[in-house]
């Protein structure tokens, strides 16, 4: 089983990142194989909204053909974002604004999606990035498996909850 956890995180060395990199180290441990994609250091520019995907191509020559060619390559997506002003963090938005290709297509993916939260405050607003991404996995066509939330993340002593994030990822490779 092939799982793809994309970080969407501006910050490569923050929690997010840190967070993905124990997932791929969860999926491998559980038998699986793990793809870690962090979108901050590709080049992704945004939909332009010029409908040229009808087609099924992206007018736009970027590092997004990758991110698509691992989605297609992999059973399960993991999608992991810092949750910004209540919602996910722009990049995260710009690679899920990117899939338009998806709307357009008469098949979809078949696999599933799962994502991954963090938030700084104690009490984050986890809800609206929840629903976009799962509105997202609809569009893919990927069945949602349940996302998970990590508050608290600006505490000074703030640790990333390496337990949760395996079991999470063991539960998730498992069904």
């Known amino acids: 089983m092939r799982v793809l956890i994309i970080c969407g995180s501006a910050n490569p060395n923050g929690t997010t990142a840190s967070m993905c990199r124990s997932a791929a180290e969860s999926v491998w441990n559980a038998g699986s194989v793990p793809e870690l994609i962090l979108a901050s250091e590709m080049t992704i520019g945004h939909c332009t909204g ?3 995907c009808k087609d099924g191509e992206c007018a736009e020559k970027d590092d997004m053909a990758r991110i698509l060619d691992a989605v297609e390559r992999s059973d399960i ?3 992991a974002s810092p949750i910004h002003f209540s919602g996910p963090s722009s990049l995260t938005k ?3 604004d990117r899939f338009q290709p998806y709307w357009y297509r008469k ?3 078949g696999g599933r999606m799962a994502a991954m939260l963090c938030g700084g405050s104690p009490e984050p607003r986890f809800h609206c990035a929840v629903y976009i991404m799962r509105a997202f996995s609809i569009t893919v066509g ?4 349940g996302h998970l ?3 608290g993340t600006d505490r000074d002593d703030f640790e990333v909850p390496k337990d949760d994030i ?3 990822v ?3 490779v498992r069904s």
């Open 149 to 151: 939330e990590i508050p």
């Open 170 to 172: 063991r539960d998730l």
């Open 142 to 145: 990927m069945e949602w498996c």
């Open 107 to 109: 098949e979809r993916h």
């Open 50 to 52: 010029c409908g040229c």
């Open 94 to 96: 710009t690679v899920m």
């Open 77 to 79: 997506l993991i999608l």
């Open 166 to 168: 395996d079991r999470f």
